[in-house]
């Protein structure tokens, strides 16, 4: 099962929260749940800089506010502010493109916390593999590596799968590599679960980062 089942998904409301709570009209909720994706898309997309591990949205009648967790909030904040007053403008935006002309009236408060143990955040770990694969550098000691540290942070297990033209070979193919417990149909294991993709010269390299916290 633990091979079937998303993590993440199977660990809701235990170790797991949901990442968009609240107010969700019966009537336009397939709009606020589709502004909501492209919403999170485009920061993570624009925020990759900042280290970006998670976007936790909450909405309310007239109200939005999103709790972004990052590894340098000072990017992300800007001088004085700057930048999440652009952060709002770029949300406005999105929600207007859903069709309710209401949604540009909602309040937008941005929340930016920081990521005490990056190395613990299967986002994090997936995307500066991703990075280092399309640097070209050797896919085997990046697995090594990573491995060392997310567990010299204090993690119980990690696992690590590669899938796709890996180093530039004419034929796809799956490497993994793992360290530790990781106990993946066990509910009471806390489980971060990512995965993200590295366009390297050669062609799509998937990452797959499971970390036993």
């Given at each position: 099962m633990g091979q079937k089942v998303n993590p993440i998904a199977l660990r809701l409301g235990i170790h797991q929260e949901?990442?968009?709570?609240?107010?969700?009209p019966k009537k336009s909720y397939a709009k606020n749940v589709l502004k909501d994706i492209?919403?999170?898309?485009?920061?993570?997309?624009?925020?990759?800089?900042?280290?970006?591990?998670?976007?936790?949205?909450?909405?309310?009648?007239?109200h939005i506010k999103?709790?972004?967790?990052?590894?340098?909030?000072?990017?992300?904040?800007?001088?004085?502010?700057?930048?999440?007053?652009?952060l709002k403008k770029d949300i406005v935006s999105l929600s207007k493109d859903g069709g309710n002309e209401a949604s540009g009236e909602q309040k937008i408060e941005l929340k930016v916390e920081p990521i005490?143990?990056?190395n613990l955040n299967a986002r994090i770990v997936a995307s500066n593999i991703a990075e280092q694969l399309i640097r070209r550098m050797p896919h085997r000691r990046v697995m090594k590596q990573t491995i060392e540290k997310v567990m010299g942070s204090g993690a119980k297990g990690v696992r690590i799968v590669l899938s796709g033209r890996i180093a530039g070979a004419?034929?796809?193919?799956?490497?993994?590599n793992q360290a530790g417990k990781l106990s993946l149909s066990t509910i009471r294991e806390d489980i971060d679960f990512a995965s993200y993709p590295a366009l390297t010269k050669s062609g799509y390299i998937g990452v797959k980062v499971w970390i036993n916290r």
């Open positions: 949901f990442k968009s709570v609240g107010f969700y492209r919403i999170r898309d485009a920061l993570m997309n624009k925020l990759r800089h900042a280290g970006i591990g998670d976007i936790i949205i909450e909405r309310s009648q007239n999103l709790t972004i967790y990052v590894t340098k909030p000072g990017v992300v904040i800007g001088r004085g502010g700057s930048g999440l007053e652009i005490k143990e990056p004419e034929i796809s193919r799956v490497e993994r």
